[in-house]
């Protein structure tokens, strides 16, 4: 089985301070995509950033930034400058081939975020 | 902009009755997903459809059952509703062999009674 483990259950920052949040895979794929995606309190997910996996250098999105290490399979997110709009919780979610051709996400079970004023 | 729409977003069910969660995107996407989402658990895979004509289980597919009607539209049905499907369920989709991820809905949120 494909596994996240998202180890960090609840974290809170302050705000304009910086945070990461951290993530390990497990997959024997060597191909493929990962992401993470910001879900408020509206309930909407929303793509954060994206890494793929045969590229060296790490994503950066404005104040999103990732630590990708392939061989450790970890790829943790780092928010600077927090700002209270972050506050949500975050998934981790590589992207994997199937067998039919398609791909699908595997998602961690989440970091809930608390920016504090 | 529609992107994913999925209808209807909140439901109450009584145990035993059956309903059918639609989802519809506008966006040329071949595969097709259906997550259910519970506290402390993430996201987890219920089934998927790779192209219009297929589909396959995911993570946790018992109790439920899928039909891809059209390249546009990926419902999710459960026959005899239990406790244990109260949840928050996500129909989202994606271009296949892009890596781009997935467009998500905006969720359902059943509770059955």
């Known amino acids: 089985a494909q596994t996240v483990t998202q180890s960090q259950p609840e974290m809170s920052v302050q705000e304009a301070e910086t945070v990461t949040l951290s993530c390990t895979y497990d997959t024997s794929e060597s191909n493929y995509y990962l992401f993470w995606y910001k879900q408020p309190p509206s309930r909407q997910m929303i793509l954060v950033i994206r890494?793929?996996?045969?590229?060296?250098q790490n994503a950066t999105e404005n104040r999103f930034s990732v630590n990708f290490q392939k061989a450790a399979k970890s790829f943790s997110l780092k928010i600077s400058d927090s700002q209270l709009g972050d506050t949500a919780m975050y998934f981790c979610?590589?992207?994997?081939?199937?067998?039919?051709?398609?791909?699908?996400?595997?998602f961690g079970k989440g970091t809930k975020l608390t920016v504090n004023p | 902009n529609a992107g994913v729409t999925q209808t209807p977003k909140f439901q109450v069910l009584k145990t035993g009755q059956s309903m059918t969660l639609q989802c519809a995107q506008d966006m040329n996407h071949n595969s097709m997903y259906w997550y259910r989402q519970d506290p402390g658990m993430g996201l987890r895979l219920i089934y998927y459809?790779?192209?219009?004509?297929?589909?396959d289980k995911g993570e946790v597919p018992n109790g439920y059952n899928v039909s891809r009607l059209n390249k546009r539209e990926f419902s999710l049905r459960l026959e005899s509703a239990a406790p244990s499907q109260t949840s928050v369920y996500f129909c989202?989709?994606?271009?296949?062999?892009f890596g781009y991820g997935y467009t998500f809905g905006s969720g359902t949120r059943l509770t059955v009674v």
């Open positions: 979610a590589p992207f994997y081939p199937t067998q039919g051709g398609s791909e699908k996400l595997v």
């Open positions: 890494q793929e996996a045969y590229k060296q």
């Open positions: 989202a989709s994606t271009r296949r062999g």
């Open positions: 459809s790779a192209s219009e004509g297929t589909t």
